[in-house]
């Protein structure tokens, strides 16, 4: 790793060693997980300030190298990459080192980045197999006074060694006071993580003379400043040392000389198993292998999910077929015709006849409330003399707010018929929210002898209806569109579901490209002819004659509308009237208008029930429609049939491409599982 004084790490390094048969070697690689946006803040929300999260992070190849002496340089290529964001990464691949040496002639964009040089390392004497970070020193200012790099540092800190899998090295250099160590603080202030750190005392070296020796005694001990797993003392090569190149082998041996004179072979010999960069090593072995074997059991759960979600691409993405094709094909519309029988015949999909039943009542509602209203008179009689004792007051209905008028009459009281239809305009009183029509008494007088020439009494015209009942049919059209719309997403809805269901393997092919288009094409027609027999059967009764087949049953409807008139606002006259004033009477306009309700009544049963009928024979020919469709337009009936189905279930690049992805990561995965096993039982 790079070395140098002041600060040399400015970045997270990730280190990977992995055993291998092969010679040492080395890949370096920039994992962009951050992208830099040069005015951002710190924040609550963004502890990294001006660096935001990427949704898709990117891994680049930076060097391979077979080196181990040209890898401090590289590592310094790469991190000077990171802090120089807005510059292309090939830059620095190839500089010279007085360009990515620390100093302060050196180009940086920014001072520290939470991108990450990742190290993988393979070697045959590699004994042991690590993953590990180097991170960045903590401070508590900077010399130019900036304000948030601390916070910067620490926040990027925090987030490694909040990692409750995490081991943690502290590394606490001799020459300064404990006291004063802030990578302590922090880790101190993470809950549990002292209980999972180790304490590296490094450059006993420079340990200065004189000082007291008990507090580092004390540490050694484990008396103050506890770590879960202890301290260790290594002693490494100073930069003199460096600067010869040194080999490992003789690192080792003038550590463990060092560490042989006093005070470490007298005042500290008690502590002599913990001195040493081997005995770190090997403290570090046990602890891996002890936190792999603890969370193996998680890991060898994930790498299942994992697996079973590869198995299922690779199901979804199967290898072209072949001399199977024509197979393929045919076995898989037969499929879809087998699903669609059970589905639309009502023995497995029940749910669908439910919602479609519902359309159909939803539908009768919309055109039942689709209805003439009627406007009665208020009774507004005056009372001339006599006793009120036997005078009914009537009860406001219980929908309107507003009270009518009383009324107060005596068997001698005589008004005209003038006076009786007289209407008050600002209180009117529909039947219903009709968006259509509404009819006075005076407008249904004025229908009723529109036609009638006779002048016979109570005498009524069926073509006096006609016009009435005929605007209202009017607005029945634009509901019965949007009905056979509805049916028409219920049906596409339920198709699909049994297309994308069978088609799955091979939904990037021109076969299902083009099944999914003939069924939208054929839903198309359906959707049509449902609507045209609908309009048809529409216009049929909008231009022919009235007629009643059922007289029992249109008198049971015109009765009802006529005693549902009782109930509403200003209706209450209706039994004052009949009682005592029958000789002063506007019943055959009720009676009449009560006929045009019963009649539209009774056309929307015999509509709904048409189109309900025809949507169910729909449904029986589905299935017919449909995979005729597939036959006549695939030509699967003629012609070289083996070479149109191979044609159909064609690869196309971007599908092998992610097979092959997918076979990649289910080697990778099965590897990770194969070498799980093998730490379980080492």
């Avoid at 590289?74 to 100093?103: F, G, H, I, T, W």
């Avoid at 936190?291 to 590869?310: E, S, W």
Wanted: glycine share 4%; with cysteine.
């Amino acid at each position: 790793m790079p070395r140098d004084t002041g600060t040399c790490t400015r970045v997270p390094f990730h280190i990977n060693t992995t055993r291998s048969s092969d010679s040492w070697s080395c890949n370096v690689f920039l994992d962009h997980k951050f992208s830099y946006h040069k005015n951002g803040k710190i924040t609550a929300r963004k502890p990294f300030g001006p660096w935001v999260a990427k949704d898709h992070p990117i891994n680049e190849h930076f060097a391979t190298l077979d080196d181990p002496q040209e890898l401090e340089l590289v590592l310094r290529r790469a991190q000077m990459a990171l802090l120089n964001p807005c510059r292309d990464p090939k830059y620095y691949s190839s500089c010279e080192e007085e360009e990515v040496r620390d100093s302060a002639q050196v180009h940086m964009e920014v001072r520290f980045s939470p991108n990450i040089v990742r190290i993988e390392i393979q070697s045959h004497d590699i004994h042991q197999e690590v993953s590990l970070y180097d991170l960045p020193g903590i401070f508590a200012q900077t010399a130019d006074g900036e304000v948030e790099l601390p916070q910067f540092v620490h926040n990027l800190v925090e987030s490694y060694v909040t990692e409750s899998n995490s081991i943690i090295l502290l590394v606490i250099p001799m020459n300064n006071d404990r006291d004063n160590c802030h990578a302590g603080k922090l880790v101190q202030g993470v809950p549990l993580a002292l209980d999972r750190t180790i304490g590296v005392l490094t450059k006993p070296d420079r340990l200065e003379a004189g000082i007291r020796l008990d507090s580092w005694s004390s540490i050694l001990a484990g008396k103050t400043y506890v770590l879960g797993y202890g301290y260790y003392v290594t002693r490494q090569p100073s930069p003199e040392e460096l600067k010869r190149n040194i080999t490992r082998v003789e690192a080792a041996e003038n550590e463990h000389n060092f560490l042989s004179t006093s005070p470490w072979n007298g005042e500290f010999k008690t502590f002599k198993a913990n001195f040493g960069a081997p005995k770190i090593q090997e403290k570090l072995g046990e602890l891996l292998v002890a936190k792999i074997k603890a969370v193996i059991p998680q890991i060898d759960a994930q790498i299942k999910v994992k697996l079973h979600q590869v198995n299922e691409g690779l199901a979804r993405l199967p290898p072209p077929p072949g001399d199977k094709a024509m197979n393929i094909v045919y076995c898989t519309i037969n499929k879809i015709e087998q699903d669609l029988v059970n589905v639309f015949s009502g023995d497995v999909e029940v749910e669908l006849y439910q919602n479609c039943r519902k359309l159909v009542h939803d539908l009768s509602s919309k055109l039942s409330s689709i209805s003439p209203a009627l406007q009665l008179p208020p009774p507004l009689w005056e009372l001339s003399s006599g006793d009120e004792a036997d005078t009914p007051t009537p009860t406001p209905s219980k929908g309107n707010k507003r009270a009518p008028a009383s009324v107060k009459m005596t068997p001698s009281a005589k008004r005209t018929k003038r006076d009786l239809i007289k209407r008050d305009e600002s209180t009117p009183s529909p039947i219903n929210e009709c968006p259509a029509i509404t009819y006075t008494i005076d407008d249904i007088r004025t229908l009723r002898t529109s036609v009638d020439f006779s002048g016979i009494p109570h005498a009524v015209d069926s073509r006096a209806m006609k016009k009435p009942i005929s605007a209202m049919l009017n607005f029945w059209e634009q509901p019965i569109v949007n009905f056979v719309d509805q049916v028409n997403d219920l049906i596409g809805s339920t198709v699909a579901a049994i297309l994308d269901r069978n088609l799955a393997p091979w939904a990037t092919t021109p076969f299902a490209h083009q099944v999914q288009a003939l069924a939208v094409e054929t839903l198309q027609i359906i959707r049509n002819e449902i609507v045209n027999d609908a309009q048809k059967t529409l216009y049929i009764e909008r231009s022919t004659q009235l007629m009643i087949f059922d007289n029992a049953y249109f008198d049971h409807i015109k009765n009802r509308e006529m005693s549902r008139l009782e109930k509403i606002p200003g209706g209450e006259v209706l039994r004052p009237i009949k009682a005592a004033l029958a000789h002063v009477t506007f019943m055959d306009e009720l009676d009449f208008f009560c006929q045009i309700k019963a009649y539209l009544h009774v056309c929307n049963t015999n509509l709904t029930y048409h189109i309900a009928k025809h949507v169910l024979s729909i449904f029986s020919q589905i299935k017919t429609q449909i995979v005729t469709n597939f036959h006549n337009k695939l030509e699967l009936n003629a012609g070289d049939v083996m070479a149109k189905c191979q044609a159909l279930l064609e690869e196309d690049q971007q599908r092998a491409a992610e097979r092959i992805r997918l076979e990649n990561d289910k080697r990778r995965w099965e590897a990770a599982q194969k070498r799980l096993q093998e730490v379980l039982h080492e």
